[in-house]
């Protein structure tokens, strides 16, 4: 890949940021389909900075990570609807100056689940009431599914189930309601602590989907024991490709390479 004059800046703001494998994945989908462009990690102190910066170097797009989801959205000059529904944006297009955020999180969630399930007419519990189970609820809910959220503190639980228009549960009540998806959306059982898990084994039964949003380990606790239990299992790595393949719509007008993109990021983690 030359660069020159003419390459395009794009990149993930975020703090901390150098974990993220979003510049792996998007410079590698970037090389295969032959665009002059380059995607770097800033992590940034000052929000309303970075967004002078952005406008006035002309980055082309922008992937938003914790803590900015929300706190970006007074600085853009448009939000799209299921971003401010969601009340998150992760993914910023730069149109000649005019900045326009969007969701690509629910999206990639929904694709990925999809891709491994019927999702109609189902029962899911999501663990957890942060920026990932709202995204995911908003979405889901659109979808018309029976959602429950099961969350550590209750009062955080309760606002985002009373917002979905869904029921909710303590963690510990999990086991007494039934459900045909679990999705986890906590950090619970990411890298470095591979051996918690948010829900008791209890809660698994065999004929379940159980997903975790996590990727880093690809197969956490939770799916583990999911998997001895006998139920399908998928872990967080295509809700993340999927979610980057519709930032690299938003941003080219082009399909992403998916395949590309998966395998970059799976030399990286494994
Ligand atoms: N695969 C992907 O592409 C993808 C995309 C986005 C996010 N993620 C992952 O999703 C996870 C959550 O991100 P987020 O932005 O939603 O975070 P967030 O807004 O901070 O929410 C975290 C949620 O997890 C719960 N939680 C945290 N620690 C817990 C513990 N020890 N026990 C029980 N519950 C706990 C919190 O409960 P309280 O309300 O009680 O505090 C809260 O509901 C992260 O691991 C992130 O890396 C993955």
Redesign the pocket.
């Known amino acids: 890949m030359r660069i020159d004059q003419y390459t395009q800046l794009y990149g993930v703001i975020g703090n901390p940021v150098r974990h993220s494998l979003s510049p792996i994945m998007h410079n590698a989908a970037f090389e295969d389909r032959r665009i002059n462009a380059v995607y770097l990690a800033f992590e940034i102190k000052e929000l309303e900075d970075c967004i002078k910066g952005v406008r006035s170097l002309g980055i082309k797009g922008l992937s938003v990570t ?1 803590p900015f ?1 929300s706190e970006i959205i007074p600085f853009l000059d448009e939000v799209d609807d299921l971003a401010k529904r969601i009340g998150a944006v992760n993914t910023v297009v730069n149109e000649d100056g005019f900045l326009k955020g969007y969701n690509t ?1 629910a999206s ?1 969630a929904l694709r990925a689940l999809e891709g491994k399930t019927d999702i109609s007419g189902k029962r899911v519990v999501i663990i ?6 709202r995204a995911a609820g908003y979405i889901l809910k659109q979808k018309g599914m029976d959602i429950t959220i099961a ?3 209750r009062e ?2 309760m606002a985002l189930a009373e917002s979905l228009g869904c029921g909710f549960v303590n ?1 510990k009540e999990l086991t007494d309601i039934k459900h045909d998806i679990l999705i986890n ?4 059982g ?1 890298s470095p602590d591979v051996d ?1 898990c ?1 829900v008791p084994q209890e809660a698994l039964q065999e004929d379940m989907v159980v997903m975790d ?3 880093n380990p690809l197969k956490t606790k939770l799916l583990a024991m999911a998997e001895a239990r006998g139920c399908t299992i998928l872990n ?2 295509p ?2 490709i999927y ?1 980057g393949a519709e930032q690299f719509r938003l941003w080219t007008g082009l399909d992403a390479p998916v395949t590309i993109m998966d395998e970059a990021v799976k030399k990286v983690l494994v």
């Not at 957890?128 to 189970?133: D, E, F, L, Y």
């Not at 959306?185 to 619970?188: D, F, G």
């Open positions: 914790i989801k999180d990639g957890g009431a942060g920026g990932t189970a969350n550590r503190s955080r639980g963690l959306t906590t950090p619970v990411m918690e948010p949003v996590i990727y967080g790595l809700i993340f979610q």
